[in-house]
């Protein structure tokens, strides 16, 4: 749903915008990297947070109590 708000929205500038058009075209190329990086960005972050929530708390990764 937001991929297809964030095309719609380059549609709409190159249409409003002079001297934009051809935009859409150059953003479908790199398109599926910039969604690739964007998911791996995301992962990573929940990965280094919930590392830093297991190490704060004392968890392991089942959320288990550990010996310190």
Do not use: W
Not at 10 to 15: H, K
Not at 26 to 34: H, M, P
């Amino acid at each position: 749903m937001a991929r297809a708000g964030v095309l719609a929205e380059i549609l709409r500038t190159e249409q409003y915008k002079p001297g934009l058009q051809g935009l859409a075209a150059i953003f479908r190329e790199f398109e599926q990297d910039c969604y690739d990086h964007a998911v791996n960005t995301a992962v990573d972050f929940i990965e280094v947070s919930m590392d830093m929530m297991y190490k704060k708390f004392g968890l392991n990764e089942m959320g288990c109590k550990t010996r310190l």
